[in-house]
């Protein structure tokens, strides 16, 4: 089991951070909530922190987790943790993604999601009804 951790980051206008895979990675042209693999001597959150500063130049802090989501891509399961994180500092610059969109949690059913993130996309929208 592949154990990765997701991002719920949130701005001052309540909208959430979401980016799109870019072409040729693993789970290209879905939407998800940026994050990486968690590597064996790192926590989940140290992962979201160097995760994102590789990917996205931004400095963030997770600080709530928000829930566990075990998934099978067929040969492949994954187990992926979520957490609630602040942008601290930084301004986006993509690597592992071709676009990214700031959107309220009543808007997230508009973008296909990676597999894995839709139970998280649910559990946020019923927050926000």
Not at 2 to 9: F, K, L, S
Not at 100 to 129: G, H, Q
Request: net charge negative; proline share 2%; with cysteine.
């Amino acid at each position: 089991m592949i154990e990765v951790a997701a991002a719920i980051i949130e701005n001052e206008l309540g909208q959430i951070l979401i980016a799109r895979r870019r072409k040729g990675k693993a789970q290209e042209g879905f939407w998800e909530f940026p994050g990486g693999k968690i590597e064996s001597s790192e926590t989940a959150e140290e992962c979201l922190k160097r995760e994102l500063l590789e990917e996205m130049n931004i400095s963030i802090d997770p600080y709530e987790a928000f829930g566990l989501n075990d998934h099978s891509y067929g040969t492949t399961q994954i187990r992926l943790y979520a957490y609630r994180a602040r942008l601290v500092s930084g301004n986006i610059i993509l690597v592992d993604h071709d676009e990214y969109k700031w959107v309220y949690a009543n808007e997230l059913t508009e973008f296909e999601f990676a597999p894995a993130d839709i139970a998280f996309v649910e559990r946020l929208r019923e927050e926000r009804s």
